[in-house]
């Protein structure tokens, strides 16, 4: 598997190295909520202790799950909008172990305390080396392929692909240049531009373009309209960029680059309009299949979830919300709303889509993938409630001047039950693993009658 | 290539690098602030601490910026303090306090112990125990927090009775029966007083509903007795037990000058000014209280009317 030219391997590979470390990411997690409540437990141990956990955890699920599973689904789109071959399926495969050996590696570094300090830039300069080079092979193979397309016109998905994969390994190489060395501020400036950047012109951009291609196809209905979908990717491409300021507002940074980081974090409520509109609109008439197709109703949920993490993203940059939010526990209920609420329930639609037609398998189990959904979502909602009502309690305590040792006892109903929800998601997605792994060894045999529509494999022509 | 793409090709390359010249290069080229009193040059000793302050994922809970809005935080930052700060350590989420003015806060002992179980110094925290760190690491990262803001709180000394400040009167270059200097003094009273003891001093503030023993309504007749000493000590040293904060370490000696000035012209309660009071001669004052014009000078009017006016009113305040 690991050098095979076969179709479709390379994205088999990815998206099955990505539920791996969606399990390994979300059991740090889950270990660091259970810490707020028994902050003890690491004792004596510094490999788990809160503070390295947490950068280990976000490394994790933002570079192995969330990168993977993205750039997984994407070299299975890619080819079959451009209806073409992948450039190289054994390149992409080589490329996977290169990049599963990055994770691995990173977690090793940043667990064992090697770290740049940086925030969302921790992982050390070997690392970033090499998740680096990953990076631009993959733009080359994703390039090359859409080079040798033998369809004309690009679909929008191609666009927020290809516009991706062009952007990345610039802002990741800004984001993690060492040898430059800059000043206090500068050098947060900078990190703040990567640091918002990876999810805009990464995250953002791979999970609308891939949620563009799930809705129409999940639906069989064309989508509404094509013009809107070419404004919301030009005005992301404008808009996204500049906007990294606003995570240090308050701090003494030049204030003409905080203006610019406010105004362009308001207007991302034009892509943000634009995207979800085309989606509620395709699916206008087409509600009720949610019923019975459920890679849909998972990426609904995330396009649910995306309206509400981009409501509130616009709303919380401008300077008098900021005020009264920042530093406090509703920022991490924001970042989990976009990363794992809306761009991971893209990815489990279309994973459920795409695994069984890439491997050529049955779905090991529809009562398995239809409890991840459930788990997911309730724990999801009691660890957002949490969190956001945590936020508020946290920054009326800021603003009252009450000490942090008096209101961090008031947090601890709140880190419990955050816990509880996170638990939830634990389990639910140890399920999501078993089912694809189960899947990927072809359990069931293919004319096995109980099975989702959506998620019959097609046979290969 | 097809040429259909060659435009929108170039459109993404010019506007792209254009946002990252401006955000990312730019800032670069024209803000070099130069270092400020309080940007900390670590020794070496220090340096190493705040290698393991990084090893260790401290930023991932604990910032180093205090905002214009955080009180009783210290110093607001400058751009200049953070020059020799490479990596940043600036951080986005407070789950425990903030670390820019830590140092001197507590002794090297108080920082050890909590280090090793934070619970032993801070019933209630939630920090992780560090008790893995060896001793010579342990000593690096305590002068590492000890360094930082330079210490610029802890330069205060305390006065533990109002008779120390004999010596402060000496100095003294505010004149504390000015007007100018009672209205220089309601701006800093509007600032940073106001939220607990009102707008008007009458300790009714919104953050007086939290407050479990109340701030001081400064209507009440036995402020009318405190002297200057005593005014300036109550607001440099705060009160002990209470939520009243200080001031000393937060505001200059002027602005506490400032701030006896206007503190002295807050109306007694039930005191009314009479109608005419903008307009009366003082002579004709003189004569009718029996007070010499020197007396008149050196106090306010307010202080000396008392309430022979009218009937008392229950509003406060002008």
């Not at chain 1, 390039?143 to 610039?170: C, D, E, H, Q």
Request: charged fraction near 15%; proline fraction near 6%.
């Amino acid at each position: 598997m690991i050098f095979s030219n076969e179709e479709n391997s390379a994205s088999r590979f990815f998206i099955l190295s990505a539920v791996f470390w969606l399990v390994i990411g979300m059991t740090m997690g889950l270990t660091g909520a259970i810490e707020f409540t028994a902050p003890d437990m690491s004792s004596g141990i510094p490999q788990i202790t809160f503070s390295r956990l947490r950068p280990t955890h976000i490394n994790t699920v933002a570079f192995g799950w969330l990168s993977m599973a993205n750039i997984g689904i994407a070299l299975y789109i890619i080819p079959t909008l451009t209806r073409s071959k992948l450039f190289s399926d054994k390149f992409a495969n080589f490329i996977c172990v290169v990049w599963n050996l990055a994770i691995l590696g990173g977690i090793l570094c940043l667990t064992n305390g090697y770290t740049e300090g940086r925030e969302y830039a921790e992982l050390p300069v070997p690392i970033d080396v090499g998740v680096l080079i990953c990076l631009l092979s993959l733009s080359f193979v994703v390039y090359m392929t859409a080079v040798n397309r033998t369809v004309k016109k690009l679909y929008v998905s191609l666009w927020y692909i290809l516009g991706a994969f062009f952007w990345m390994p610039i802002v990741y190489f800004i984001g993690n240049r060492t040898f430059i060395r800059l000043d206090g501020l500068n050098d947060g400036i900078v990190n703040w531009f990567y640091g918002h950047n990876i999810l805009g012109m990464w995250f953002t951009t791979l999970g609308v373009g891939i949620a563009y291609y799930m809705i129409p196809k999940l639906t069989g209905r064309p989508l509404w309209s094509h013009s809107l979908s070419m404004l919301g990717f030009w005005t992301i491409a404008f808009f996204y960029a500049p906007t990294g300021t606003h995570h240090i507002l308050q701090s003494p940074v030049p204030e003409w680059l905080k203006a610019l980081a406010v105004v362009f974090s308001v207007a991302l409520v034009i892509p943000v309009i634009t995207v979800l509109t085309n989606f509620f609109m395709t699916m206008k008439g087409n509600w009720w299949q949610l019923a019975n197709n459920l890679p849909l109703r998972f990426v609904l949920t995330g396009a649910f979830f995306y309206l509400v993490t981009c409501l509130q993203g616009p709303f919380q940059a401008t300077r008098s919300i900021n005020w009264y939010l920042h530093f406090t526990q509703w920022v991490p209920g924001h970042a989990h709303a976009a990363l794992l609420g809306a761009f991971t329930f893209f990815n489990f639609g279309a994973i459920y889509y795409i695994f069984p037609r890439v491997t050529g398998k049955q779905m090991y189990s529809v009562s398995l993938a239809r409890m991840h959904y459930w788990f997911t979502l309730i724990g999801f909602f009691i660890f957002y409630t949490a969190f956001t009502i945590a936020g508020l309690v946290q920054s009326a305590g800021w603003h009252a001047g009450v000490p942090v040792s008096t209101w961090v006892v008031e947090l601890q109903p709140y880190w419990i039950i955050r816990a509880l929800g996170g638990g939830m998601m634990w389990f639910g997605n140890v399920l999501f693993f078993v089912n694809i792994f189960q899947t990927n060894r072809g359990v069931k045999p293919l004319d096995s009658p109980d099975v989702e529509p959506a998620m019959v494999p097609v046979p290969k022509n | 290539m097809n040429k259909n793409y060659i435009l929108p090709a170039l459109v993404i390359l010019t506007s792209f690098s254009l946002i990252i010249f401006s955000t990312v290069l730019l800032p670069n080229f024209i803000f070099k602030p130069s270092p400020s009193e309080f940007a900390v040059k670590y020794s070496p000793l220090e340096a190493s601490g705040r290698k393991i302050y990084i090893r260790e994922g401290c930023v991932n809970c604990h910032s180093q910026f205090v905002r214009p809005q955080d009180r009783d935080f210290g110093v607001h930052v400058q751009a200049g303090d953070y020059v020799y700060e490479t990596p940043n350590l600036l951080g986005t989420i407070r789950t425990g306090p903030d670390l820019s003015n830590e140092g001197g806060k507590h002794p090297d002992a108080w920082h050890i112990a909590h280090f090793k179980n934070p619970r032993t110094t801070t019933p209630g925290s939630i920090m992780p125990p560090f008790s893995y760190l060896k001793d010579d690491e342990m000593k690096a990262l305590v002068a590492y927090v000890q360094s930082l803001g330079k210490k610029r709180l802890v330069k205060y000394k305390r006065i533990y009775h109002p008779d120390e400040l004999e010596k402060l009167l000496e100095k003294r270059n505010v004149n504390t029966n000015g007007s100018a200097e009672a209205n220089a003094g309601r701006g800093i009273f509007q600032q940073n007083c106001a939220t607990c003891h009102g707008t008007h001093g009458l300790g009714n503030g919104p953050n007086a509903i939290q407050i479990a023993k109340k701030p001081a309504n400064f209507s009440r007749p036995f402020f009318k007795d405190y002297d200057d000493v005593t005014w300036y000590w109550r607001v440099s040293e705060g009160v002990p037990g209470t939520r009243m904060p200080q001031w000393g370490r937060l505001l200059t000696s002027k602005q506490i000058w400032y701030l006896v000035a206007y503190l002295k012209t807050l109306p007694r309660e039930n005191e009314v000014y009479p109608k005419e009071y903008e307009t009366l001669d003082p002579e004709k004052w003189v004569q009718q209280y029996k007070i010499s014009a020197d007396e008149l000078n050196s106090q306010k009017p307010a202080m000396i009317i008392e309430t022979k006016g009218p009937p008392p009113s229950t509003e406060g305040g002008h």
